[in-house]
């Protein structure tokens, strides 16, 4: 039996003769799509027509393509992602198998490139090969507290495997890495809750794998998470903004960075941070206007990027989200007639009380945009990320 299906919209009519269908995941919407970019705005499209009046939906329907142009603008070199080859379907592992992850594979692979890593292979350990563990001893005194032994030998791969993880994360530096995903529960390469076993053999779900400590030591602001984790719908459209995000900021640092850029990047992220914490976006706030009288030091870059990056882990709500909506909407107040007011209001309500999809407010805002051209709401990320974002975040 296929995916419950529900049709949704105002009065219970459905959006445009669409239905949109719960998935796999336990996102609000799952969106039947293929083709990229176009069908997924058409479904915006549809799903206000089941909502405005008549005269609207045609304009939101005429603006198609102008709203489609905006949101595709921006050309960038192509987002780099670092992962661990066996989720590739790479039979990488100590079996000779993969751990092929769909997701990964067929549809976050369509709109990034990959940079496959495999800690314990190229460090050595070859294929077929001894499963490893992490122990624990009481005489430890390395700075990591941990062993990476064999299981049958007792093998000891510490050395080893730190000398090559160093070495690996510093050439990986250079690749302009926009995010990592990593296996979860590996030795090397696991994330959290890794098996660390006692000297009597008792094992906790405590550890992280040599291979990703250093990764993330080594790469602080690097967006990392594991394959499992990203099953998870919040968890995965935070990842995917992360990375994005970081994408962002790279390509800001590429350039000669001044503080009249740096005040330019905070301001089109406003709305962003906002949905994801107003504390840091206040801090953010603090060392944009420190900077703005002097020269940007790299120290004061990388004290922004840190806030930011923080910010952008905190995830964010429905909430949140109506805020930001609300605070966007408010920019329109003096623009708009009552009618189309009411509407805008009717649709992030829609939102907040579950019925509709955040893609129905940010489709309208955008549709009003185009008539009202904001500049400041149009430079706004929140409304127009890179389309590829758009894909995979509503797409889930």
């Known amino acids: 039996m296929g995916p419950e299906q529900h ?11 669409l239905i949109l269908n719960h998935g796999f995941s336990s996102s ?55 992962v661990s080859s066996c989720l590739l379907g790479e039979q990488v592992r100590f079996d000779g198998g993969h751990k092929k992850d769909h997701f990964l594979v067929r549809e976050l692979g369509q709109h990034v490139e990959w940079v496959s890593v495999c800690p314990e292979l190229e460090v050595g350990m070859g294929i077929p090969r001894e499963a490893v563990r992490l ?10 507290g941990l062993r990476m032994v064999g299981n049958k030998s007792g093998r000891d791969w510490t050395e080893d495997m730190l000398e090559f993880a160093k070495g690996r994360v510093k050439q990986l530096s250079r690749l302009d890495l926009s995010g990592y995903v990593l296996k979860s529960k590996s030795p090397s390469c696991g994330m959290e809750r890794v098996s660390v076993y006692s000297a009597k053999g008792m094992p906790t779900k405590e550890g992280r794998g040599l291979f990703a400590s250093v990764l993330m030591e080594s790469l602080p602001f690097l967006p990392v998470e594991e394959e499992g984790r990203l099953n998870d719908p919040r968890l995965r459209e935070n990842f995917i903004e992360r990375v994005f995000a970081h994408h962002r900021w790279m390509l800001f640092r590429l350039e000669r960075f001044t503080p009249a850029r740096l005040v330019e990047f ?14 840091h976006l206040r801090k953010l706030g603090r060392v944009v206007a420190g900077e703005s009288r002097k020269r940007l030091t790299v120290e004061a870059a990388d004290e922004y990027a840190g806030v930011f990056f923080e910010a952008l882990s905190v995830l964010p709500t429905v909430k949140s989200h109506v ?6 909407a408010g920019f329109f107040k003096d623009r708009l007639d009552t009618g189309d007011k009411m509407e805008l209001h009717n649709s992030i ?26 500049a400041y709401i149009a430079d706004q990320v929140y409304l127009s990320p890179n389309p ?4 995979l975040k509503f797409h889930a």
Do not use: W
Not at 35 to 59: D, H, I, R
Not at 268 to 279: P, T
Not at 323 to 328: A, E, M, R, S
Not at 352 to 374: A, N
């Open 349 to 374: 309500d829609g939102y907040r009380r579950g019925v509709l999809p955040r893609l129905v407010p940010q489709t309208l805002i955008l549709h009003h945009l185009r008539r009202e051209k904001i």
């Open 388 to 391: 590829k974002e758009l894909v």
């Open 28 to 82: 609000p919407f799952h969106f039947l799509l293929a083709g990229g970019m176009t069908p997924l705005l058409e479904l915006g499209f549809s799903a206000l027509c089941g909502l405005l009046s008549m005269k609207n939906c045609q304009a939101v329907l005429d603006d198609a393509p102008a709203i489609r142009s905006l949101m595709n603008s921006t050309a960038t070199p192509p987002v780099r992602i670092g």
């Open 266 to 279: 905070h301001s089109r992220h406003k709305f962003l941070l906002l949905a994801h914490s107003v504390k």
């Open 135 to 144: 122990i624990r001893l009481a005489t430890n005194d390395d700075s990591h």
């Open 323 to 328: 805020n930001v909506l609300q605070h966007i």
């Open 7 to 17: 049709r949704c919209g105002a009065n219970g009519l459905p959006f445009g003769g």
